[in-house]
């Protein structure tokens, strides 16, 4: 099988659960008050990197993840069962980015490291929440909302100390294997390594002993940073690396080869030729002392320390080890990188008209969240959202732009009936002070002993104090279904 280093995955947090709606229910009292619970949260998807495998091979088959979905609150005010969360494993040095915007979501660099990437949806409020003085028995409840959802790219970005870099062939494995803890595969043939190897260098050190990680990286070949031979994939791998370690075959031209490989990296990323770098000369048992030295020589002129060995005899170790030691820089503070933020886009509420031209379509994230959340068939319900309709402002957009009483506003999936309270409110002032005229007209013809006609009553009901009311079933039928 291929080995696999970059994935795409879809992750999905799961549903919360809806709110209950319940009265309680006792002996001998006919109606108790509401007791409905919460919705349970959905479960969440997370990331885990750990250790134990190498690759992403394991995800191939499975490319959908999506939280337990959170179970609908009870009577008694009890809430309901959140949903499981699901834990990918992933090899240690996966980065995630979104699939979409590139933003990257998380970049686990320790074993052990759980990075949340979709979270579970909320759960509902119960009728409980609902009551109040003036509504005491709520006759609707919450819905849990979905879940996140995101598309993910997952990179396998080897983490080692040390990279090795060097053309097919040139003894990486055979290094590798003879200074660690490694076996990698060595054959005569170039492309025998075809994915990254890891291996550990331990010495005895003042306080204890002293490791690095060494990343053996497949064979890099001319136009690798376009794409040639296993290319670009282990450039990748390189750059996670902190110290470079070119390993360069005598017989094979070391000095061209080495320009070739630095120009290979310097195409890929021009930083990484900034970074602390060593060049070792191998096979050197088969040529003779003068030449090594000369080609030693050669290759210093680069600026980079040069240590010749030989991997097959071990050969120039007790200069090489020490110097890796010495060369390698500090490992920088492990820093938690947070998922880069993505721009919060603002999504204000808005009036526009609708598509038959007669009625309005109030749009805005904040508010068709409110609305999606409940039921828009039912009276109560209704009347709780009205609140949120005068706190968002919507009535306001609405009389602006022009909308008059009786006239369809859609929201969401929802459609409302516009009731302008304002225009009511006057037009009842209005009738109040007829009336009242009326009344001392009357007064006064009385006084006068003229006729005394009853005063005109007047319609000075006051008008429902709702801004919005929904269609109700005698004059619309049920309210629509969103047109878009
Ligand atoms: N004589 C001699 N042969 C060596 C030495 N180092 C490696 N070799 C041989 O060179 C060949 C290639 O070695 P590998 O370690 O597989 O080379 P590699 O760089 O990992 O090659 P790829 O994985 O194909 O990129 C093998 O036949 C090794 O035995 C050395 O110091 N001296
Ligand atoms: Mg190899």
Not at 40 to 56: F, K
Not at 108 to 132: H, I, K, P, T
Not at 193 to 207: A, F, H, K, M, Q
């Amino acid at each position: 099988m291929p080995f696999r280093d970059v994935l795409e995955i879809t992750v999905q947090g799961g549903k919360g659960g809806d709110g209950a709606m319940s009265f309680m229910r006792l002996k001998y009292i006919e109606k108790g008050g509401p007791d409905g619970g919460h919705g349970g949260e959905g479960g969440s998807v997370w990331l885990e990197a750990v250790d134990n495998v190498t690759s992403l091979d394991n995800l191939v088959n499975k490319r959908s993840y999506r939280g337990g979905t959170g179970l609908q609150g009870e009577g008694r005010q009890r809430a309901g069962a959140g949903g499981d969360d699901v834990v990918i494993t992933v090899p240690v040095g996966t980065l995630a980015t979104s699939a979409d915007t590139g933003a990257v979501v998380a970049d686990l660099v320790e074993v052990g490291e759980r990075v949340l990437v979709a979270q579970g949806g909320l759960g509902g409020r119960g009728n409980a929440s609902f009551a109040n003085a003036r509504r005491q028995a709520p006759r609707f409840y919450e819905r849990g909302t979905g879940g996140e959802k995101i598309h993910l790219r997952l990179e396998l970005r080897t983490i080692a100390d040390v990279g090795l870099v060097g053309y097919p062939n040139a003894g990486k494995s055979s290094l590798l294997g003879a200074l660690s803890n490694a076996r990698p595969k060595i054959a005569e043939y170039p492309f025998t390594t075809l994915s990254p190897n890891l291996g550990v260098i331990e010495r005895d050190g003042p306080g204890g002993p002293e490791r690095i990680t060494m990343a053996d990286i497949p064979g890099i070949i001319e136009d690798a940073h376009l794409g040639k031979g296993l290319g670009l994939d282990f450039l990748r791998h390189i750059a996670r690396t902190r110290l470079l370690l070119f390993v360069l075959d005598l017989a094979e031209g070391p000095v061209a080869t080495l320009a070739a490989l630095r120009h290979e990296l310097e195409e890929y990323d021009a930083g990484l030729l900034d970074r602390p770098a060593l060049v070792v000369l191998n096979k050197i048992d088969l040529a003779d002392p003068s030449e090594v030295l000369e080609v030693a020589d050669e290759l210093a002129a680069a600026g980079m320390p040069v240590v010749s060995v030989s991997a097959l005899e071990g050969r120039g170790f007790d200069a090489l080890v020490p110097t890796l030691f010495d060369l390698l820089p500090p490992r920088p503070p492990a820093v938690a990188q947070p998922a880069e933020a993505e721009p919060f886009e603002a999504d204000p509420t808005r009036v526009e008209r609708d598509m038959s031209g007669s009625g309005w379509v109030v749009r805005g994230r904040d508010l068709e969240a409110v609305v999606a959340r409940f039921d828009a068939d039912n009276p109560d319900a209704v009347s709780y959202l009205q609140h949120h309709f005068a706190s968002l402002g919507v009535n306001k957009l609405l009389k602006r732009a022009g909308a008059a009483t009786g006239d369809d506003v859609q929201i969401g999936g929802a459609v409302f009936e516009y009731f302008d309270e304002e225009a009511a409110e006057n037009e009842a002032r209005a009738a109040e002070r007829a009336e009242k005229a009326g009344r001392e007209a009357a007064e006064r013809r009385y006084l006068s002993g003229a006729d005394d006609e009853d005063a005109d009553e007047g319609e000075a009901d006051d008008p429902a104090a709702d801004h919005v009311s929904t269609a109700s079933a005698e004059d619309e039928g049920t309210p629509a279904k969103p047109t878009n």
